[in-house]
Structure formats: structure tokens, C-alpha cells
């Protein structure tokens, strides 16, 4: 009997484990294109390789983890000793032979045969592995503990692999769901404000001599001071900036009014990026120029220069039909959000714990390391800002991973229940959106996704978005003003718009903090069919 160090821990091959959709002529063109190239493939085909004999049982040590007893027929390993022979003969020198060309017999006398029976056990394990997780038909979320309990040369390898697996969930009658939503109505006064908002972009400015006031434009210099100390990346010039917009420092406002081009003021205030953010900074303020801001006449020549539209009259119906637009995808999201609480009220779902870890770890690993690092922040930093004990942070980003998990889990149970499909015109709608959200073209974005190996991921968005939208096609939607809501109810323009809303839902509570890295997802993605 030969010995073979004992695996922990063993790398198997992954398991198949938002806006308004704003449709134009190029975006139509786009999802055709890539369409066309098939850039995009829900089910790739492929061949499927031998799978390995092996005699398994599988263990039940709780609700999401079990225990694999693996039996494994010698021969089974033959492949895997010429290619340990094959990998050996390349790193070993033994002298009268040349490279590559050592006969197996002498190898085991200089290395031992148990080096090789070590090298061809670790190669097969993955295949080993993953036939008996399909005899078993399980479903394993994340990567298993092996150990090797018995190994006998020309006879027998013996292994057990413990792992977690995915929950059974019972999906219980949802129809009894009632939900309350906000109602979509656009007042008059809602239309003033879009088409002030437009006026405001189409602003002219000219210096002028005199004191600044609110809603002048003036150009300044910054320096920010910490312990007295000017800091490295606390010098700012030239920095235009709109009095009484609120887009720079707290404090900044009543510094710079009054003052002419020239002037210099000094105030403190809390620093919101950068190396220092979070800390009170003294902060001095140089005017360099005073301009004021004229808006345009409300008038048709407005409207023609602003919009597609010879009438402002014309111009504010079109704002109106936008805003109802929007207060209607609001409503979706909404809806789509209550839902799902509820749903997940209905449903009991065991969570592994070395998953809610190791998504917890994710989840705070992505937002410090990306959304706060791009934003020049640590974790102190964003925490003082947020008035947020580290104790409550980690609480919330547990809660948060939870219901990530728990919404995947239960979705996915309903897209099998259900017998939900996804079609390649489907998948790359999705693209366009999250191309679109993401500042990406579609091109861009597509490649991104295939190098990254995340079509399956998208192709799980989507599918879980199906499902939340087909729960809430069964449940009652009523707005505050009492009428029930039929989310279904849209011109050809809106299609779409419920699923698009409920695909952003999904995606926001199973990722939790935005920008989340691309890759796979660790509670494993259910595998779909394409229509097409």
C-alpha cells in the first residue's frame, strides 16, 4: 500500500452554478450584432467527456453539507499515471537517458512509485470528484474538503469529500401577496422642474465685477491644512464651481459669497475624499473670477434649440410622457422590491455558513478595495462619514449578504419550478442594460463578460428576473391611492419594463454593494436552456 498525502481542500471545475431599458435604433443595431457574431452564447455545445466509473454514497450531515464516500476502480487511473509519468519525465534527469524518454520502471526505482501515484491522484481527483457529485446528483457550492482514506497500488483509491450543497426549498403558495406602491402621477409642478432643469443646462456665463451672490459661477483655488500641515493631494486650481449647488465642501458657500475676484477666505470642514477623508481640514479659498449665469427664455426658440419640438408647449407634454415614464418604472422596481421582501418572509432557507462568510468577505473586500478606493477612502473614513460603527457595518453586510443569498436560492428554485427559459434575444437585452449602466459599449461589455466567463452569470440574472416578475404577475399590486396595478398593462414602448425593473432588483440584493466585481457567483448558477 502506498502513501499519498492527504488533499484538504481541491480546485474542481466551476459548476453551471439596472435602468430603463432605453431601446433606439443603435441599441437595436447593437443586440442584432452581436447577436449575428455570436458573441454571446447561452449552452455552448460540447462534446461530453467520458465520465469516470466510480462507486459513491452520499452522507447527509445537515441541511447544506454533506459527505461523499468515493470508491474508485484502478484502472480508472491509468490516464492519470501516464500523465504523471509524462509530467515527471519532463522535470527529472536520470543519467543514460535522455529527457522525456526515462522508461516508467526507472522512475519508480530512483522516485518512488509513490510519487507517482501522489502526482496521478491529484490529477484525477477534480474528474473523480465531479462524477460522483453527478451520480449523486447534487448541487456543491464552493470547493470541497477531500481526504484520501485508502490508496492500494493496481487495486483501489477511497476518498471522502465533504461539501456544501444547496438548500431543498419548498416554495409555498405566494398568491395571498398584497403590496402597496406608490401611485404614477406627474404634477404641473413636477413638469416645471424637468423643463427648469433642462433650461439650467443650456445656461450662458459672463464675467463680471462684483461681489459673488448665489447661483453665481466662480473660479477658485483650494488649499486644504491638517495639523496645520498642506496636504499632497489637498491642492486643487482653477475649480469652477456653482454657488449654492452643494457639489464641493460643506461650508464653501458662505465663504465665497461676497467675494470678489481676488478674494480669499478661510473655513473648516470635513474633507469627503482623498487621503485625509473624513477628517476636519482648514480649507482657504481663493476667488479667481465672478460670473453670472443667464437662463435662456422660455419660449418656442427654446424649444427648438433644446428639444425635437417647434412648441414649448410641445416640449413640456414630451417632458410629462418622460416623466411617467420613469414614475412607472419606479412603481415596477417598487413593486418588484415588496415582493420580494414578502416572498422571502414565506420561505425558510438554511444558508452553509462558510458561504455567508465567504460572501460577507467578498462584499467587503469589493467595496473597500473598489468603490472606496476609487473614491480615494478607506474604511475608517467611510465609516466616520456614515456616522457608522464598525460593529453596525458588519451587521448591515451580513444582513445584506443573507438576503443575496436567500433571493438567489429562492429565485433559482422557482426558475426550475417553473421551467423558465432564457432565449439569446433575452440575454442580450440584459447585455444592452448592463452595458448601459455600466458607462460600457456593448462591444466593450460583451467581451468583458465571455473573457471573464460570465455569460452563465447573466444568463442567471436574467432567468431570476423571469421568476420575481412572474411571482409578482401573481400576487395583488395596489398604489396608495387604491387602484390595483397591472404592471403588465404597457404600449410596445414601456415592454419589457417589468422584468427589466425586476432584473435590477435581483442583481441589487444579490450584490449588495454596487460595482461588484464580475466572476462567479459562490452560491452557484442553475443551468438554463436556450429558446432559440
Known amino acids: 500500500m502506498c502513501r499519498v498525502r492527504v488533499l484538504r481542500t481541491l480546485a474542481v471545475p466551476a459548476g453551471r452554478s439596472g435602468s430603463p431599458d432605453v431601446r433606439s435604433e ?13 458573441a454571446l452564447k447561452i449552452n455552448p455545445q460540447q462534446s461530453a467527456p467520458r465520465r469516470p466509473t466510480v462507486k459513491s454514497a452520499v452522507e447527509t450531515l445537515n441541511p447544506t453539507r454533506v459527505r461523499l464516500t468515493v470508491e474508485v476502480p484502478f484502472e480508472e487511473l491509468k490516464d492519470s499515471l501516464d500523465a504523471a509519468y509524462k509530467k515527471i519525465n519532463q522535470q527529472v534527469t536520470v543519467p543514460g537517458f535522455r529527457k ?114 448665489e447661483g ?54 470635513e474633507l469627503k475624499g482623498g487621503s485625509a477623508a473624513g477628517q476636519e481640514a482648514e480649507v482657504s479659498v481663493t476667488v479667481e473670477s465672478v460670473s453670472s449665469r443667464e437662463l435662456p427664455e422660455l419660449d418656442d426658440d427654446f424649444a427648438q434649440l433644446a428639444s425635437e419640438f417647434d412648441t414649448l408647449e410641445e416640449m413640456r407634454e414630451d417632458s410629462r410622457k418622460r416623466l411617467a415614464d420613469q414614475k412607472k418604472y419606479e412603481q415596477a422596481t417598487q413593486a418588484q422590491e415588496k415582493v420580494l421582501d414578502a416572498l422571502l418572509e414565506l420561505v425558510e432557507v438554511p444558508i452553509p455558513e462558510k458561504l455567508l462568510q465567504d460572501e460577507v468577505e467578498s462584499r467587503k473586500h469589493n467595496l473597500v478595495n473598489h468603490q472606496l478606493a476609487q473614491l480615494g477612502l478607506d474604511l475608517a473614513g467611510y465609516l466616520k462619514m456614515q456616522d457608522k460603527s464598525e460593529e453596525d457595518f458588519e451587521a448591515e453586510l451580513k444582513e445584506q449578504a443573507e438576503k443575496g443569498i436567500r433571493t438567489q436560492f429562492v429565485l433559482d428554485e422557482l426558475v426550475n419550478k417553473e421551467k423558465l427559459n432564457v432565449s439569446q434575444e433575452e440575454l442580450t437585452e440584459h447585455l444592452m442594460r448592463r452595458a448601459q449602466s455600466s458607462g460600457m459599449s456593448p462591444d466593450q461589455f460583451a467581451q468583458a463578460v465571455v473573457e471573464g466567463g460570465q455569460v452563465p452569470m447573466l444568463v442567471g440574472e436574467v432567468a431570476r428576473g423571469k421568476a420575481l416578475a412572474k411571482v409578482v404577475e401573481s400576487v395583488t399590486v395596489k398604489d396608495t391611492n387604491g387602484e390595483v396595478v397591472d404592471l403588465d398593462d404597457e404600449d410596445e414602448s414601456e415592454a419589457g419594463t417589468e422584468e427589466a425593473a425586476a432584473e435590477e432588483v435581483v442583481a441589487k440584493a444579490e450584490e449588495g454593494a454596487e460595482g461588484a466585481e464580475g466572476g462567479e457567483g459562490k452560491t452557484g448558477e442553475t443551468e438554463q436552456k436556450s429558446d432559440s
Do not use: C, M, W
Not at 443603435?26 to 455570436?38: F, Y
Open 26 to 38: 443603435s441599441r437595436d443595431r447593437d443586440a442584432r450584432h452581436l447577436a449575428h457574431r455570436g
Open 100 to 213: 522525456g524518454k526515462i522508461p516508467a520502471r526507472v522512475i519508480d526505482q530512483r522516485f518512488g512509485r509513490g510519487a507517482v501515484l501522489e502526482e496521478a491522484v491529484n490529477e484525477a481527483l477534480p474528474k473523480l470528484y465531479q462524477s460522483a457529485v453527478e451520480e449523486g446528483e447534487l448541487n456543491p457550492l464552493g470547493q470541497p474538503e477531500v481526504d484520501i482514506t485508502e490508496l492500494k497500488d493496481n487495486e483501489l483509491l477511497a476518498f471522502t469529500a465533504e461539501v456544501d450543497i444547496r438548500p431543498e426549498i419548498e416554495i409555498p403558495d405566494y398568491s395571498g401577496i398584497d403590496v402597496e406602491v406608490d401611485a404614477v402621477e406627474v404634477s404641473d409642478e413636477d413638469v416645471d422642474k424637468a423643463v427648469e432643469q433642462l433650461r439650467e443646462r443650456f445656461a450662458t456665463t459672463a464675467v463680471v465685477e462684483r461681489a459673488a451672490a
Open 216 to 269: 453665481d459661477v466662480v473660479k477658485v483655488d483650494l488649499e486644504a491644512k491638517v495639523d496645520g500641515e498642506v496636504l499632497e493631494d489637498g491642492v486643487a486650481k482653477g475649480v469652477d464651481y456653482t454657488i449654492g449647488s452643494g457639489e464641493l465642501l460643506d461650508g464653501i458657500d458662505e465663504a465665497v459669497t461676497g467675494l470678489e475676484a481676488g478674494g480669499t477666505a478661510t473655513f473648516t470642514s
